[in-house]
């Protein structure tokens, strides 16, 4: 099996590559991202995907969220492949974040 194109990122080190201008990309349904999300994350869907991978720098690192941390490592892996250098999957989604992180957030 090939090794996964992505790192898995606990949301204390994933805070300081945001605070560092990573990109956040926001993979749950859009009702859930709207009720709340990491301040500045983008929602990504299948409808907006391709726009995402063109209008966004490939070199910067890239911190892809789900619920839990489980959907994200495949989407991490997909963007990983499309060109993005620096790859990660937020461990345990932005149900942790949002528990360490409360500050941190955008509530609809």
Known sequence: MNQPRFKRIDPSAARTLIEQGAT??????????D??????AQHLSNANIQAFIEEN???APLI???????????AADFLAERGFDCVYSLDGGFEA?????PDLCSQG
Do not use: K
């Open 97 to 101: 974040w949002s528990q360490q992180h």
């Open 64 to 74: 892809v969220c789900c619920y839990h941390g489980n959907s994200s490592q495949p």
């Open 24 to 33: 956040i990309a926001d993979i749950r349904d859009e009702t859930s991202f």
């Open 35 to 40: 009720n709340g999300h990491i301040c500045g």
């Open 57 to 59: 720098d490939l070199d």
